[in-house]
């Protein structure tokens, strides 16, 4: 059993996530092991919110090259997690 903690992993904040602020949902990096009903129940456990979805994606870790050198960033597991109207995480609002 993973704790709530190694679940989430980081707030992953970029234009886009910032956009989504607006309608309640925030992304996060998360375990590639969790599951939606865990990462629901992390998010709810460490910012006292109530959640309505979790959306997840596996991201695939782009290849880059330096030279003749092959490589690969490395792949991640993101959420998007809904929270219930009126709910904030004060953690993005500064």
Known sequence: MM??????????V???????LEEGKYVFEVAKAA???QIAQ???????V????????NVTGKVKRVG?????RRS???????LAPG????FFEG
Not at 14 to 20: N, Q, Y
Not at 42 to 48: C, G, L, P, S, T
Not at 76 to 82: D, E, M, W
């Open 76 to 82: 991640y597991k993101k959420a998007i997690v809904t």
């Open 50 to 57: 109530k959640v309505v979805a979790v959306n997840t994606i």
């Open 14 to 20: 970029t234009e886009k996530s910032t956009a989504l």
């Open 35 to 37: 599951n939606k009903v």
């Open 87 to 90: 709910e904030t995480i004060q």
């Open 3 to 12: 704790e709530a903690r190694d679940i989430l992993l980081r707030p992953l």
């Open 42 to 48: 992390a998010v709810a456990e460490i910012f006292n």
């Open 68 to 72: 003749h050198n092959v490589g690969r």
